[in-house]
C-alpha cells in the first residue's frame, strides 16, 4: 500500500502511483519496520532534481523491483526541502562514509532510525562500476539477515561518531576588520578573473559571497570587492545561467564559463540573486543591473507566484520536447532552424549571431542555450527586444516545466526581502504588494497563534512539518525588509515575534545556533551548521536579522546574539569564504553599524517619501530604516490644532518603530534622523545631506 496519496508535498506526490509501498517519514513507518524485522530505506530528494526523476523511473516504477523492495524493508520518501533536518542528518552520514553526497540519497537504516548502509543514485543495471539497486537491495537485505549484529555495530559507530562531532570556534568573539580582510584575501586567491565567480566546474551563482563584497566595498572602499563584484554579476547575466528571455536565473552552470545551466530554477537563488543585483545598481548605478534585478523580479512574479499570493519552490529542468519525451533543457534551448522558423532568415540570423546560436550547438543535438557573448558586437536594441518578445512569445507555446508549488516558509522570506527592496529602488509598487501578500499569507497560515513557523503549504493548506532555524531567520529578514520600505511597524512586530523564538528555541552554549528548535523531533543528532551553501544557512540567517532587529529596537539580548553566532565566522571566514558569505556580509553589518535612519513625515507627502527612499538607497552595510509618522509634536507648534501645520498626527501602527519616537517635524517639514555607533547627528531635511551622511 504507498501511503503518499494526499500529501502536501508535489515530490512525494510524484511517487503515489509507485508500485513501492511508500510511507512518508512518521513514527508509524519505523513502527512497522520493527513488527516486521526488517530494516528500513530512505530515499531523499526533491521535485526539481533530474537524478531523482530518473531513479524514480528506472527503478521505482519498476514492478520487479518494487515487489523486492516491499517484501524486505520498509520503503520511506523524504522530500529534503520539507525535511531539511532528516535530510542534514542523514547526508552528514553519506559524506562521511562515502566522501560525497547528493540526491537522490539513499540511505539504509535500522528500525531505530540508525544508519548502516549509504549511496546517491543507483542504476537499474550495473554500470559504471556501480552495482544495479537490485544487487544493492539483495546485499543489504542478505547482510540484515545473515550478519545482523555486524550491521548493529556498523549502525551503533555511526550514531556515536556523529553524536560526538561538535562546532570548533576558533576564538570567542565576532570577527573584527583583520578576519574580514582575510576573508576577502582568500576569495580573491579563489576569484576566476577570467569568468568571473570562484572555482570550477560545475560553477554556482556566489550571492552571499557577492554581498559580501558589495558590503565591504561600502565600509571600506576596496575597490577590488567591487570589480570581483561588479564582473561576476556581469559574467553570470551574460551567460546561459541566466534566462536571457523570461529572467531568472538556473541552479548553476555545468562549465566554468557560465555557459550551459543546470535548468532547474529554484525561488531561493533567484531571490537572493535579484536582491544582490539591487544591491549592485544601488551601489554603481550599472544599467545590466537594474535590467537584471527587474526581470528576475518578475520572473518570479510570473512563473512562481501561487494562487495564495506565496511563491513556488522550483522549476523543472526538464520538460516535453514536443515528442513526449522529457528532456533537460528542452523549454530553454534553440537551433537555428527554430530561431528562422520564428524570426525569419534576416532576423534569425541577427538572433543567432546576438545570443551564440550556433549550427553546431551549445548544449545537445545541436541546440543552444541563449546568451549574449562578448563578441556579439553592438547591439540595436529596439531590434534586440522586438526579436526578445518574438521568441519569448514562441516559447510560451512549448510545453512548460513542472512547478515545484509548494510554499517553503524560509525562502519566501528571502524573496520578500527581494521583492520589497527592487520595488522601492525602481519605483515598482506592484512588487512592494507581492511581497506584502507573501507576508500575509506567512503570518495567515503558516503561523500559529504562538508564532510557531510551519516549513510547508501547498494550495492554502499548511504541511505538517515544523519550522526549523532557517524558516525563522529568513522570514524575520522578509518582515524587518518590508517594514523599512512600506513603514508598516507591523512587520517588525511579527520579526520580533520570531526572533524571539529563535533565542528560546534554537540557541545553544557560546553563541551556538541549532537548525531545530528544543522540542522538535528527536532525530539521531540533532543538526547544526553554519555553513552557507545554496541558502543562508539558518545560523548566518538568524544573526543578520538578530542584528538588524536589535538596531531598530536596541535590545541588548538580539544583539548579543547576533554578535555571539558570529563567532563561528570569525573561525570559517578567513579558512572557507565562499561557504560562509552571507556570515561575512553579516559581520560586515556588525563593524559598520548600527546605524539606524528614522523618516518623520506623513507618508503621503513628497518630501517625506524622497527622504525616505534615500535612506533605503544608503549602500551602508549595518544600516536599518523606520519611516512614519511623528510620535511627537514638534515643540515650535505645541498647541496647534489638530490639522495645523506641524501638528502631531500619530498612526497607531508606527507604534511598533521604536527609531521614531519623540522624533518630531523639523519646522514642519519631514525629516530624517540618523545615529551611528550609538551617536546621533543632528536631523536633517535634506535629502542630498542625508545621503552624504548615510555614506560617511
Request: with cysteine; aromatic share 8%.
Amino acid at each position: 500500500m504507498n501511503r503518499l496519496a494526499g500529501v502536501t508535498s508535489p515530490y512525494l506526490l510524484q511517487h503515489a502511483d509507485n508500485p513501492v509501498d511508500w510511507w512518508p517519514w512518521t513514527p508509524e513507518a519505523f513502527a512497522e519496520a520493527r513488527r516486521r524485522n526488517v530494516p528500513v530505506l530512505l530515499s531523499v530528494g526533491y521535485s526539481a532534481c533530474h537524478w531523482c526523476h530518473v531513479m524514480a523511473h528506472e527503478s521505482f516504477e519498476d514492478a520487479t523491483t518494487a515487489a523486492y523492495l516491499n517484501e524486505r524493508f520498509v520503503p520511506v520518501k523524504v522530500d529534503r526541502e520539507e525535511r531539511p533536518d532528516v535530510d542534514a542528518v542523514y547526508m552528514e552520514a553519506v559524506q562521511a562514509a562515502t566522501g560525497h553526497g547528493g540526491w537522490p540519497m539513499t540511505v539504509f537504516l535500522t528500525p531505530d532510525a540508525e544508519p548502516f548502509y549509504f549511496g546517491t543514485y543507483f542504476p537499474p543495471e550495473p554500470r559504471h562500476g556501480m552495482p544495479s539497486f537490485l544487487q544493492v537491495l539483495q546485499g543489504v537485505s542478505q547482510a540484515w539477515t545473515d550478519r545482523r549484529d555486524e550491521v548493529g555495530e556498523v549502525a551503533g559507530n555511526i550514531v556515536r561518531e556523529l553524536s560526538g562531532r561538535s562546532l570548533a570556534f576558533g576564538g570567542d568573539g565576532a570577527p573584527g576588520p583583520q578576519e574580514l580582510a582575510q576573508a576577502l584575501l582568500g576569495l580573491t586567491r579563489e576569484y576566476d578573473e577570467r569568468y568571473g565567480g570562484f572555482g570550477g566546474a560545475p560553477k554556482f551563482p556566489p550571492s552571499m559571497t557577492v554581498e559580501f563584497l558589495l558590503r565591504h566595498h561600502a565600509r571600506t572602499k576596496a575597490e577590488g570587492a567591487l570589480q570581483m563584484a561588479a564582473d561576476t554579476c556581469e559574467a553570470m547575466a551574460r551567460g546561459g545561467i541566466y534566462d536571457q528571455l523570461g529572467g531568472g536565473f538556473a541552479r548553476y552552470s555545468v562549465d566554468r564559463e557560465w555557459i550551459v545551466p543546470h535548468f532547474e530554477k529554484m525561488l531561493y537563488d533567484n531571490a537572493l540573486l535579484c536582491r544582490v543585483y539591487a544591491h549592485l545598481w544601488r551601489a554603481t548605478g550599472s544599467d545590466l543591473a537594474r535590467r537584471v534585478a527587474l526581470e528576475t523580479a518578475d520572473f518570479m512574479v510570473r512563473e512562481l507566484r501561487t494562487a495564495e499570493g506565496g511563491f513556488a519552490s522550483a522549476l523543472d529542468a526538464d520538460s516535453d520536447d514536443g515528442t513526449g519525451k522529457h528532456v533537460e533543457g528542452a523549454f530553454y534551448v534553440w537551433t537555428p532552424g527554430q530561431l528562422r522558423s520564428v524570426l525569419g532568415e534576416e532576423d534569425a540570423a541577427y538572433a543567432a549571431q546576438h545570443f551564440g546560436v550556433t549550427e553546431e550547438g551549445t548544449f545537445e543535438e545541436g541546440a543552444s542555450v541563449l546568451r549574449l557573448p562578448q563578441d556579439a558586437g553592438v547591439a540595436d536594441a529596439e531590434r534586440v527586444e522586438r526579436i526578445r518578445r518574438r521568441l519569448f512569445e514562441a516559447r510560451e507555446e512549448r510545453p512548460r516545466p513542472g512547478r515545484d508549488d509548494k510554499v517553503v516558509a524560509a525562502w519566501n522570506g528571502l524573496a520578500i526581502a527581494a521583492l520589497a527592496e527592487t520595488g522601492a529602488y525602481f519605483d515598482r509598487p506592484d512588487l512592494v504588494e507581492r511581497a506584502t501578500e507573501a507576508a500575509d499569507l506567512l503570518v495567515r497560515l503558516h503561523m500559529d497563534t504562538g508564532a510557531r513557523l510551519a516549513r510547508t503549504s501547498r494550495d492554502g493548506h499548511v504541511g505538517p512539518n515544523a519550522g526549523v532555524l532557517e524558516d525563522y531567520a529568513d522570514v524575520a529578514e522578509g518582515f524587518l525588509a518590508l517594514a523599512g520600505v512600506t513603514g508598516e511597524g507591523v512587520w517588525l512586530e511579527f520579526a520580533g515575534f520570531l526572533l524571539d523564538i529563535v533565542l528560546d528555541r534554537f540557541t545553544g552554549e557560546a553563541g551556538a545556533l541549532y537548525d531545530t528548535a528544543h522540542d522538535s523531533e528527536q532525530l539521531i543528532r540533532r543538526p547544526q551548521d553554519p555553513t552557507d551553501n545554496a541558502a543562508p544557512s539558518g545560523w548566518s540567517a538568524a544573526a543578520g536579522a538578530l542584528l538588524s532587529y536589535a538596531a531598530h529596537t536596541g535590545s541588548e539580548a538580539h544583539r548579543t546574539a547576533a554578535e555571539g553566532a558570529l563567532g563561528v565566522v570569525k573561525a570559517l571566514g578567513p579558512r572557507a569564504p565562499r561557504f560562509i558569505g552571507w556570515g561575512l556580509a553579516v559581520a560586515e553589518a556588525l563593524l559598520d553599524g548600527p546605524r539606524e535612519v528614522a523618516v518623520v513625515g506623513a507618508p503621503d507627502d513628497p518630501a517625506a517619501r524622497e527622504l525616505h527612499r534615500t535612506a533605503l538607497l544608503g549602500t551602508a552595510p549595518g544600516a536599518v530604516v523606520a519611516f512614519g509618522r511623528p510620535r511627537t509634536a514638534d515643540p515650535r507648534t505645541a498647541g496647534a490644532g489638530a490639522g495645523a501645520p506641524g501638528a502631531a498626527e500619530p498612526d497607531p501602527g508606527d507604534e511598533e518603530f521604536p527609531l521614531l519616537r519623540d522624533r518630531p517635524l523639523v519646522g514642519g517639514r519631514p525629516a530624517a534622523y540618523v545615529c551611528h555607533h550609538f551617536t546621533c547627528d543632528a536631523p536633517t531635511t535634506d535629502p542630498a545631506e542625508l545621503a552624504r551622511k548615510l555614506a560617511d
